[in-house]
Nanobody, 123 residues
Framework: QLQLVESGGGLVQAGGSLRLSCAAS????????MGWFRQAPGKDLEFVAV?????????SYGDSVKGRFTISRDNAKNTVYLQMNSLKSEDTAVYYC???????????????WGQGTQVTVSS
């Protein structure tokens, strides 16, 4: 089972950028799908982005972040990233990194989760 640790969250003004990182421990990282989810206060967990493990990785994004967020991974560093640009106040949430054995957008199919990192966007 992978251990996941997120970093890079913080306070940023609307229109600004942040890059989240998720460091994974374990040799299985390069064969695992990696995803980002977020949870705003009082709201359900929301899918943000996913990246496959294979070369020429496939990616998918939630509708609310398409064109603004980019997910990437560095298998040599066991790390997945989420570059967030043009941030809006509605992006304020706790962001979670997660891992799944197959390519999926369904949170129920992810079996390893990080502790989360807070992102706050001030308007």
């Amino acid at each position: 089972q992978l251990q996941l640790v997120e970093s890079g969250g913080g306070l940023v003004q609307a229109g600004g950028s942040l890059r989240l990182s998720c460091a994974a421990s374990g040799r299985a990282f390069s064969s695992r799908t990696m995803g980002w989810f977020r949870q705003a206060p009082g709201k359900d967990l929301e899918f943000v982005a996913v990246i496959s493990w294979w070369a020429g990785a496939s990616t998918s994004y939630g509708d609310s972040v398409k064109g603004r967020f980019t997910i990437s991974r560095d298998n040599a560093k066991n790390t997945v990233y989420l570059q967030m640009n043009s941030l809006k106040s509605e992006d304020t949430a706790v962001y979670y990194c997660a891992s799944a054995p197959k390519y999926t957008l369904r949170q129920s199919e992810y079996d390893a989760w990080g502790q989360g990192t807070q992102v706050t966007v001030s308007s």
